[in-house]
């Protein structure tokens, strides 16, 4: 990974000569891939537009963009070889994700877009490329969709809308239940809503959609939500981000497909065992927006194995390569794994703590190693909150957990209402619908986060978990109305203000608040404690 060059086994760098290749110019995520891919992990082709070119589109948007056609329109040549597709083809068309990639781990922060390259002109070409009208189809209104909100700035309700209308008329509970003809028709209704809400047709030349979602994702980086985070975990503004252009799998694809994200280890609680979540059907952006569920993990290992299996070696592969704990995003296409990220892992506190004692324990890490990874962590502040266990709970309902411990306080129904009680001295439990990155500043205001949709592996949820922050997700019996500004559980009617509780142990939401204990990690501290003595 010397020069700037594509390479057509994994993932190369683009932007012009003298750019070296490292994790600063090409992003984590970009700099893992490769990394992959030279172990011979199946790794979908692609190429890196560099940070530096996202200084540059920054600066002069203008003139960037200018230069930014032609650098596409060399590296597609490229990445077509590799492929042997075509970009904007008839017969054999190539689509693309644009997903973004910092020089640090910034979990959802930044915008990615995925099956650029679908038009009117491609449609028929990839449906007899693959046989599979439907994920054509459901493609198509997926990029239509993602296209205004990302590029455009659109709000997605209507798209949710018009989603639910399709639903309803063709008698279907979930989205992967409506035939192509179904979806052919929503996609025509996203044409419709993408006009009325921009102005303007939505592009049908696929180096048009390319350029206009690279932009985009550049653009992103100065998203509120990005730039919270940075100044949240004192991350410099100017080392800017890059953007990861790969060949399109499909976890779309049918029976024998979907989307997941992994943890080599638990990082709510340190645990050595796989923590992963999962959906058929699906792609990757419906697992990490916290817009759907993800539980689809222990069917894999049925309709699966040899998938399930390869995932299971994966764990001790990637923690050999990488050094460290890793989460791992990827898709699985008519039985075929790809991987699309890996990063070491975000966790709770504990989690860090338990991890380093036990891989020292292991021999995996040297004590010193192991008390750099717990910098900036508060050591003595660790704790996990339980239950007392004769404390009287009312139970209003059960959930997901996606972190550990137990929590109080008041339903707070949006990040400005957690701020406005943070501020007044109230401990405020943040409860929403979906499992949002937009809600970084009220997840930090927050003790604890419960949402109505959404995984464990959700972005929010792997940006709460880091927090230390209780957090459940998928609560399907929740029903959250904004204009009373209540909640109900059921036949239980809640309003904004009224105190709950929620218990990572068990999943369970309660009500008002509960009698706990606290418990500390004496035996790991003493260990630690053993550690520094030795130093």
Request: charged share 20%.
């Amino acid at each position: 990974m010397s020069k700037a060059v594509h390479n057509v086994h994994g993932i190369g760098l683009a932007g012009g000569p003298g750019q070296d290749a490292s994790a600063r110019s090409m992003g984590f995520k970009a700099w893992n891939l490769a990394r992959m891919a030279e172990l011979g992990l199946p790794v979908p082709q692609g190429f890196v537009l560099g940070t530096a070119l996202c200084a540059e589109q920054l600066d002069d948007p203008q003139q960037s963009r200018q230069r930014l056609r032609g650098l596409l329109e060399s590296q597609m040549a490229r990445l077509e070889a590799a492929c042997g597709l075509e970009f904007g083809a008839e017969r054999k068309p190539l689509l693309v994700s644009v997903r973004s990639g910092a020089p640090v781990s910034m979990p959802g922060m930044m915008d990615t877009v995925l099956n650029v390259g679908l038009a009117e002109s491609t449609l028929r070409g990839l449906t007899r490329l693959t046989g599979n009208p439907r994920m054509v189809w459901d493609s198509y209104r997926r990029l239509i969709a993602q296209f205004a909100e990302i590029v455009h700035g659109v709000n997605p309700a209507p798209f949710r809308a018009a989603l639910d209308v399709a639903m309803d008329r063709a008698r279907v509970a979930r989205v992967h239940e409506l035939d192509f003809q179904s979806l052919a028709a929503l996609a025509r209704d996203y044409l419709d809503l993408f006009e009325a809400q921009t102005g303007i047709p939505f592009p049908q030349d696929p180096l048009e959609q390319l350029e206009a979602a690279t932009a985009a994702v550049f653009d992103s980086w100065l998203s509120p939500r990005a730039v919270e985070y940075r100044r949240m975990h004192d991350i410099r503004d100017d080392i800017g981000t890059a953007v990861t252009v790969q060949r399109m799998v499909f976890g779309n694809a049918g029976g024998t497909s979907g989307s997941g994200v992994g943890f080599t280890r638990d990082p709510a609680t340190g645990e050595n065992r796989m923590y992963l979540d999962f959906r058929f059907n699906s792609q990757g952006e419906d697992v990490v927006s916290g817009r759907h569920g993800a539980n689809d993990a222990a069917r894999l290992a049925t309709a699966l194995p040899g998938v399930a299996g390869h995932l299971q070696s994966l764990r001790r592969t990637l923690e050999r390569e990488f050094g460290d704990v890793q989460e791992f995003e990827f898709t699985v296409q008519d039985g075929m794994l790809w991987m699309l990220q890996t990063r070491s892992a975000k966790r709770t506190p504990w989690a860090a703590l338990h991890i380093a004692v036990e891989q020292v324990r292991s021999g995996e890490l040297q004590p010193a190693e192991a008390l750099h990874r717990l910098d900036g962590i508060d050591l003595a502040r660790i704790e996990r909150r339980r239950i007392e266990g004769n404390a009287a709970c009312e139970v209003l309902s059960t959930a997901m957990p996606a972190s550990i411990g137990v929590t109080s306080g008041t339903i707070a129904l949006d990040s400005a209402a957690a701020q406005a009680q943070q501020a007044a001295g109230r401990q405020a439990i943040l409860v929403r619908e979906d499992t949002s990155t937009a809600d970084l500043v009220g997840i930090a205001a927050a003790a604890g986060t419960l949402t109505a949709r959404g995984g464990r592996t959700a972005h929010a949820a792997v940006v709460a978990r880091q927090l230390g922050r209780a957090c459940l997700v998928g609560c399907a019996s929740m029903r959250i109305d904004m204009a009373s500004r209540s909640v109900s559980f059921g036949s239980r009617t809640l309003r904004e203000g009224d105190v709950i509780t929620l218990d990572c142990d068990s999943g369970r939401v309660l009500a008002g608040e509960v009698r706990m204990v606290v418990e500390r990690p004496t035996e790991w501290m003493d260990e630690i404690a053993s550690w520094n003595r030795r130093a």
